[in-house]
């Protein structure tokens, strides 16, 4: 079993910075991906980025050249990088795991928030 804990979320004015963590603890060599989504208010939760064991990551199109999800193997945390935010970026962001074998991503954090301000 994996646990998995975010933090770093906060009010932003628009065009600031945030950088959130994801620390994992647990069963964690299992893992196969990070990923970090989000859930604006009334809409459904959404990918945002992975990462994959091999670095390999993904990013949703709308966040492409604004977000980037580096990591720190040494503290077992991800992070998602985000710069030039948009009010639209406001939203719950929550990280989660894809285990080696399967294709559901799982043991999510508790998610933290994210409000950008215009």
């Known amino acids: 079993q994996v646990q998995l804990a975010e933090s770093g979320g906060g009010l932003v004015q628009a065009g600031g910075s945030l950088r959130l963590s994801c620390a994992a603890s647990?069963?964690?060599?299992?893992?196969?991906?990070v990923g970090w989504f989000r859930q604006a208010p009334g809409k459904k939760r959404d990918a945002v980025a992975t990462i994959r064991s091999d670095e390999r990551t993904s990013y949703d199109d709308p966040v492409k050249g604004r977000f980037t999800i580096p990591r720190d193997n040494a503290k077992n945390t991800v992070y998602l990088q985000m710069d030039s935010l948009r009010p639209e970026h406001t939203a719950v962001y929550y990280c989660?795991?894809?285990?080696?074998?399967?294709?559901?991503?799982?043991?999510w954090g508790q998610g933290t928030q994210v409000t950008v301000s215009s």
């Open positions: 989660a795991v894809q285990s080696a074998g399967r294709t559901a991503f799982g043991s």
């Open positions: 647990g069963s964690i060599s299992n893992i196969f991906a």
